[in-house]
T-cell receptor, first 113, second 114 residues
Framework: GAVVSQHPSRVICKSGTSVKIECRSL??????MFWYRQFPKQSLMLMAT?????????EQGVEKDKFLINHASLTLSTLTVTSAHPEDSSFYIC?????????FGPGTRLLVL | GDSVTQMEGPVTLSEEAFLTINCTYT??????LFWYVQYPGEGLQLLLK?????DKGSNKGFEATYRKETTSFHLEKGSVQVSDSAVYFC?????????????FGKGTHLIIQP
């Protein structure tokens, strides 16, 4: 199989705080992971590509200093939303690459008050 | 840039009905095309894919054919079941699905009634 988990599944935080979201490939190693963001009734939008042992590649318009990505091992990538604000409230989804297929995590719902 | 357009939902059908979910795309070159499905409370799962023109992807009774002349990749199933109720996403990428991120449509919520 190819299972990807995310933690937490749901988080509520105060404006100005930082939140870390973990993405793990449970039964395979992934040199490449992806982070997506989904607004209500909208598409999943690719935020960044995370490569193990190197810097993430961010899509145009995504602030790399606000959305910090670390891919320190072959099974874990983290997304840290720094100094979160209400407009950062969204559904964040990761995927991990195995061969030519991306396997998705269940997503993390972030609510910033 | 690349984009994917799907028919708006929700789509409500009776069990054993024929299903079509339309998907068209705008992209340069020859992208690979995908259908992902998201069941309630679960992550997106790859349903089927096609990597070149005229290829047909199929899985679990679902089919979609890569039509370059109409830039389409419509999803079809001959007889739907209640268990097919989910959100379906059409997507594309330029690398075969692995190295590059995916561009998704907005998703179509399918509801199958007994």
């Amino acid at each position: 199989g190819a299972v990807v988990s995310q933690h937490p599944s749901r988080v509520i935080c105060k404006s100005g705080t930082s939140v870390k979201i973990e993405c793990r490939s449970l039964d395979f190693q992934a040199t490449t992971m992806f982070w997506y963001r989904q607004f209500p009734k909208q598409s999943l939008m690719l935020m960044a590509t995370s490569n193990e042992g190197s810097k993430a590649t961010y899509e145009q318009g995504v602030e790399k200093d606000k959305f910090l990505i670390n891919h320190a091992s072959l099974t874990l990538s983290t997304l840290t939303v720094t100094s979160a604000h209400p407009e950062d409230s969204s559904f964040y989804i990761c995927s991990a690459r195995k061969g030519e297929t991306q396997y998705f995590g269940p997503g993390t719902r972030l609510l910033v008050l | 840039g690349d984009s994917v357009t799907q028919m708006e939902g929700p789509v409500t059908l009776s069990e054993e009905a024929f299903l079509t979910i339309n998907c068209t795309y705008t992209a340069t070159g020859y992208p690979s095309l995908f259908w992902y499905v998201q069941y309630p409370g679960e992550g997106l799962q790859l349903l089927l894919k096609a990597t070149k023109a005229d290829d047909k992807g199929s899985n679990k009774g679902f089919e979609a054919t890569y039509r370059k002349e109409t830039t389409s990749f419509h999803l079809e199933k001959g007889s739907v079941q209640v268990s097919d109720s989910a959100v379906y996403f059409c997507a594309l990428t330029h690398s075969g699905g692995g190295a590059d991120g995916l561009t998704f449509g907005k998703g179509t919520h399918l509801i199958i009634q007994p």
